[in-house]
């Protein structure tokens, strides 16, 4: 290849590069990224509403936030508010490759900042793969509905060479950083994403003691997965539940656990609350 060449190749691929960051930054990319932060809080608020009527006796149910989802769909104008979710898991997994990628959160290139990066890319994932069984439950395709689910993820890296090991790392990872998030919960180093400037003090205290108490309980929830998947890794068991309502089953089963619950139910519906608040106030910047 000659250097001519190589130069035009390098000057296209700044100017894709550009370009690709432009868009991240533009004023839809904010409005969506909004929708996505509307659409994680109400599946969170749906999954701690669902988990405190079980608490109080009042049907209710320990969802995943895809059960969530499916309980959403069954409410009145259930259809519209899929689609509303579907943009909204859309919006929030492009805003996670966005953080991991452009940095607009400016988290640096130092091993702190690549995990947290990473963290972000992560989160993508997870609420990517929720994208194909919304669309199942708008169109009523049961196929689609399964998705990725948990055993089919576990199984297929299993059967590969090493495996179980990667399983087990895995498990590790998503330990560390649900106490991570109980971490950042307790001394209010969450991220917000919004200027608080908009706010009075007492608007600020409430929405920073709905983030950390809302972190902290995601921060429980997370952790236990962590756990579930490692003790699949132990046990080499591909079939073994590692899903967000099998975590909150597990918490229940302890010692008082249905107060425990009930705490941890409540810290989701503040984590619910908080994406909420983050919806609206959200300011995209470079």
Sequence with gaps: MSATNSKEIQVVGKDVEKAAEKAAFSPLMETLTRIGYGVRGLIYITMGLLAVQLVLGKGGSLASPKGAIAEIGKQPAGLILLWVVLVGLISYSLWGVIRAVFD????????????????????????????????????????KTSGLGSQKFLTSIMAMPWGRWA????????????????????????????????????????VTTLGRVGTSARGVVFALVGGLI????????????????????????????????????????????YSMISALLFRLKK
């Design 167 to 206: 399983i087990g790392i895995l498990g590790l990872a998503a330990v560390a950083g649900g106490l991570y998030q109980i971490y950042l919960g307790l001394k209010a180093g969450f991220d917000q994403q919004f200027q608080v400037y908009a706010l009075t003090p007492e608007e600020v205290k409430l």
């Design 104 to 143: 607009p959160l400016h988290k640096g290139h130092d091993l702190k900042g690549l995990l947290e990066r990473f963290g972000f890319l992560w989160s993508a994932f997870g609420y990517a793969i929720l994208i194909l069984p919304t669309y199942g439950y708008i169109t009523g395709d049961s196929q």
């Design 230 to 273: 490692g003790l699949a890794a132990y046990r080499a068991n591909p079939n073994q539940p590692v899903g967000m309502d099998t975590a909150l089953a597990t918490l229940m089963h302890q010692p008082y656990g249905i107060w425990l619950l009930g705490i941890v139910a409540l810290g989701l519906i503040a984590f619910g609350l």
